[in-house]
């Protein structure tokens, strides 16, 4: 069982995944081929829909939702359209450990909910690598890095 606590940190944390991934996919929009244009335009509007989500469920919780900041870190530099290629896997790798995080701290629907996110950011982390791996969402963690804060606000 969980936490509420537990959760609401979970859904804090998703949150703020939520709000770098949305910043990132706005790089990588800016900087996709025209091929790709449109994956990612629709990872950012399915970014945008969860954030404001997890901004009602941080408000159920008794919570309140951490605002965007205003820009964020990237993890390298985004010159062209195979940079914005793996910023897009990164960003899906680290919502997926993440919402990883939520399974864990929650239940019922909420944790239907976050196992569903997991699932599609797995599923669009893959299309961008052209490849899958074997636990979405637990491979990062396993390797050692941080997930839970995706691309931290620039200081």
Same mark, same amino acid.
């Given at each position: 069982?969980? !936490?509420? %606590? ?18 990132? *996919? ?9 091929? #790709? ?7 950012? !509007? ?29 993890? *390298?530099?985004?010159? !062209? ?13 680290? =919502?997926? $450990? =993440?919402?990883?995080?939520?399974? #864990?701290?929650?239940?019922?629907? #909420?944790?239907?909910?976050? &196992?569903? &996110?997991?699932?599609?950011?797995? =599923?669009? &982390? ?6 899958? =791996?074997? *636990?979405?969402?637990?491979?990062? #963690? ?9 691309? $931290?606000? %620039?200081?």
């Amino acid at each position: 069982m969980s !936490d509420s %606590k537990d959760e609401l940190r979970a859904v804090q944390a998703a949150l703020g995944a939520e709000h770098a991934a949305v910043y990132g *996919f706005g790089v990588v929009g800016g900087r996709i081929s025209e091929g #790709r244009r449109e994956e990612a335009r629709t990872a950012y !509007d399915a970014h945008r829909a969860r954030r404001d989500a997890l901004q009602r469920a941080v408000r159920d919780l008794g919570g309140e939702p951490e605002p965007s900041a205003a820009a964020y870190a990237l993890p *390298f530099a985004v010159p !062209d359209s195979d940079a914005a290629v793996r910023l897009a896997t990164e960003l899906e790798e680290r =919502v997926a $450990g =993440v919402y990883s995080d939520l399974v #864990r701290a929650s239940t019922g629907a #909420r944790r239907g909910s976050a &196992a569903e &996110a997991l699932r599609e950011a797995a =599923v669009r &982390a893959a299309r961008w690598r052209g490849g899958s =791996v074997t *636990f979405p969402g637990l491979a990062e #963690r396993a390797a050692g890095s941080d997930t839970t804060a995706p691309a $931290g606000p %620039k200081a």
